[in-house]
């Protein structure tokens, strides 16, 4: 009990060092080269260069600004359809994101010579930081939020999937506004940034969830606000003689805070065992 509440307690934290990590990679190796990022800070790069194309914005910088101005559609979105958990996670996330990137100087000389250099230190740091907010169960809000939103509406939609199709139309607007050698490296810097992301938080370790109750609704609550199967099996406890309800289902790590919430919010008295790392083939949802 106590390492579980130390560990809710170091989880604010966690969101705003990782939060400074990655403002810190984009403003001190990304950004000094005029190179973009993907998702909503994206966006804030590319609303940023249209409007110095026609306003003269001097040593402001706006990506900071832009960021959390985007998001704040989407935050209302995480309250009203996601969860109030990770609604304020996310504005924790998203929040700190935002003030760091307005506060941390972007240097005048990048202190990397080499762009590429730049460019592959940059992707693994801000990939770290992003990474360690989400291990702690944090979000940096942005595609995210929109992701997470679409793949409890649609079967068929996923994180991964949204963040491909909204990327893919962040580079090719770029096209537009940028030249080609400016846009391939920003691509690169997404390529490291993506993998050290996914070696930090490896969001997408399975677990087999077995849920034993008396209580009924766990299954439909669990199905309705998540879009997970569950499966129902009817068990006898071998010493009391009771009828038991025993719930199975496949998720991702990224889940279990949010269906252990929903499970206790139901059944406080509810037997929980989680086996992590299981394979599972066939129709399951890798929501990355």
Same mark, same amino acid.
């Given at each position: ?33 005029? #190179?973009?990022? /993907?998702? +909503?800070? &994206?966006?804030?790069?590319? !609303?940023? @260069? %249209? ?68 460019? #592959?230190?940059? /992707?693994? +740091?801000? &990939?770290?930081?992003?990474? !360690?907010? @989400? %291990? ?133 008295d509810a037997f929980v065992i989680a086996d992590e790392g299981v394979h599972v083939s066939g129709n399951f949802e890798k929501?990355?």
């Open positions: 009990m106590l390492e579980k509440m130390h560990q809710r307690w170091l989880q604010p934290f966690i969101v705003l060092a990782g939060a400074f990590i990655y403002a810190a990679g984009m403003n001190w190796f990304v950004i000094p080269f005029h #190179l973009y990022s /993907g998702g +909503v800070l &994206g966006i804030a790069q590319i !609303i940023d @260069l %249209f409007l110095g194309k026609y306003i003269d914005l001097g040593a402001i910088n706006l990506n900071g600004i832009l960021y959390l101005v985007i998001n704040i559609p989407l935050l209302f979105l995480a309250w009203r359809s996601i969860g109030g958990v990770f609604f304020f996670k996310t504005l924790l996330g998203a929040g700190a994101i935002s003030l760091f990137m307005s506060v941390l100087p972007v240097p005048e000389v990048p202190i990397l010579d080499e762009r590429l250099a730049s460019v #592959l230190v940059g /992707g693994i +740091v801000s &990939g770290f930081g992003i990474g !360690i907010i @989400l %291990f702690s169960r944090g979000s940096g809000g942005g595609l995210d939020i929109i992701g997470v939103w679409a793949s409890r509406k649609y079967k068929n939609a996923s994180v991964g999937k949204i963040s491909l199709m909204l990327n893919g139309a962040i580079y090719l607007a770029l096209l537009f506004l940028a030249d080609l050698e400016t846009v391939l490296y920003s691509l690169i810097y997404m390529v490291f940034f993506t993998m050290m992301l996914d070696r930090v938080h490896y969001q997408n370790i399975n677990l087999r969830l077995m849920v034993f109750t008396k209580k009924e609704g766990v299954d439909q609550k669990i199905m309705r606000q998540t879009g997970r199967g569950v499966t129902e099996w009817r068990g006898i406890g071998a010493y009391s003689g009771e009828d038991t309800r025993v719930l199975v289902s496949c998720i991702n790590k990224y889940e279990v805070g949010e269906i252990m919430d929903i499970i206790r919010g139901v059944d406080p929501r990355i």
